[in-house]
């Protein structure tokens, strides 16, 4: 309660939220919507305050595959008991009406068949005060460096599992890829910074003890690097792996250091700025 009053004073929430529909199979066949799943997050801390995940019902069930490809796919027997959307309607324009509108490619997908559902129901579509489409936003920030920026090629990438194609499930899995990847934008705009500043071609004072006296020497590390920040680039890559490998003991030393001790789990919690 703590977190919703806090994000309550001048923040608006961001609300993460997905659908998963029918695949249409020929020309002139509709999309029918089978779930809905959303969070609803601060996004100072970005924290989960709400969550609520329904199936959906559609009109035409036959338009529902008997059996689905997916393991965790929804089949017809699993919506037919399901609520039809105009029992849910109002639920779901309470979540997203007058909040940030966030997801995967929802600009040209989840909203369309959000205001096609409200409409063929006869009531007014739920606004956004603002929009962040994460498939946009990394296409721009983070680029094809997992390979493609579908939202299972980006969680395989980062080590978060399988994606399971079920909203609920989805939406968490999108904004902690959307996390990983504002880390990695994070430390890749910082510590070739911070590394330049300690090591470029300076002498590393060192401290030896001899005879209960400390004496002072001054040696050049064999792994300084490159002078130009191009070449230092590519001694610091981040397309492979998890980022917890990606990122040695240290560099994460050496970033504690450099911001006064504060640790690498505070860097992930404000890391998420670089995505606005």
Not at 108 to 117: M, P, T
Not at 167 to 196: G, I, Q, W, Y
Not at 200 to 217: D, E, V, Y
Request: net charge positive; glycine share 6%.
């Amino acid at each position: 309660m703590d977190n919703f009053v806090q994000c309550q004073e001048g923040v608006s929430e961001i609300v993460f939220f997905d659908l998963e529909t029918t695949v249409p199979n020929r020309a002139g066949q509709r999309f029918w919507v089978l779930e809905f799943g959303a969070i609803v997050v601060c996004p100072r801390k970005l924290v989960e305050l709400e969550s609520f995940s329904t199936l959906i019902r559609p009109k035409d069930l036959s338009a529902v595959a008997l059996r689905s490809g997916r393991c965790d796919g929804i089949t017809r027997d699993a919506v037919a008991n399901a609520p039809a959307f105009e029992e849910v309607a109002e639920k779901i324009f309470s979540i997203l009406n007058g909040r940030i509108w966030a997801g995967h490619n929802i600009q040209r997908f989840d909203c369309v068949r959000i205001k096609e559902a409200f409409a063929e129901i006869g009531k007014p579509a739920p606004v956004p005060v603002g929009m962040i489409d994460s498939l946009g936003v990394l296409t721009e920030k983070f680029g094809r460096r997992a390979g493609n920026l579908k939202m299972a090629t980006l969680a395989s990438y980062f080590g978060l599992g399988q994606q399971k194609h079920r909203s609920l499930d989805d939406v968490r899995m999108n904004l902690e890829v959307l996390k990983h990847c504002a880390t990695v934008l994070f430390l890749e705009s910082t510590v070739p910074t911070l590394l330049n500043r300690k090591w470029n071609n300076s002498p590393i004072t060192t401290r030896s003890r001899s005879n209960g006296k400390l004496l002072f020497r001054e040696e050049t590390s064999r792994k300084s690097p490159p002078t130009t920040a191009a070449n230092y680039q590519r001694t610091v890559p981040y397309a492979r792996g998890s980022l917890g490998k990606q990122v040695s003991e240290g560099v994460k030393n050496l970033l504690c250091k450099a911001q006064e001790t504060r640790s690498i789990n505070r860097l992930l919690k404000h890391s998420h700025a670089l995505l606005r």
